[in-house]
């Protein structure tokens, strides 16, 4: 069974950055994807970024592409979301999602999530 955690969320100041970290682990071979989304207090969890292994094709929202990039390490089954320019609409719980298995990007059908890391932007 894949465990997912997320690291890194914390409170930040609006116009700085933030760098999340996941961490896929315990599952035998490595992912096909993993991928980034966040849910604000009273909202619908949305997707951001997601990283395909295989050819490292990454996917990104259109609202988030101009100040946010998604990294990681294929061989430790890592990812990494760097944020700046932070807004207070940042303010959200961020997961990381997994798979073992081919899917598109957008899906919420992954097989593993974390439990969320919280991000709280001030003014």
């Known amino acids: 069974q894949v465990q997912v955690v997320e690291i890194g969320g914390g409170l930040a100041q609006a116009g700085g950055s933030l760098r999340l970290a996941c961490i896929a682990s315990?599952?035998?071979?490595?992912?096909?994807?993993m991928s980034w989304f966040r849910q604000a207090t009273g909202g619908e969890r949305e997707f951001i970024a997601s990283?395909?292994?295989?050819?490292?094709?990454?996917d990104y929202d259109d609202s988030v592409k101009d100040r946010f990039t998604i990294s990681g390490d294929r061989s430790t089954n890592t990812i990494f979301l760097e944020i700046n320019s932070l807004k207070i609409e940042d303010t959200a719980i961020y997961y990381c999602?997994?798979?073992?298995?081919?899917?598109?990007?957008?899906?919420?059908?992954?097989?593993?999530w974390g439990q969320g890391t919280q991000v709280t932007v001030l003014s």
């Open positions: 999602a997994a798979s073992q298995r081919p899917l598109p990007p957008r899906t919420d059908r992954y097989d593993f």
């Open positions: 315990g599952g035998a071979g490595s992912t096909y994807r």
């Open positions: 990283i395909r292994w295989s050819v490292y094709t990454t």
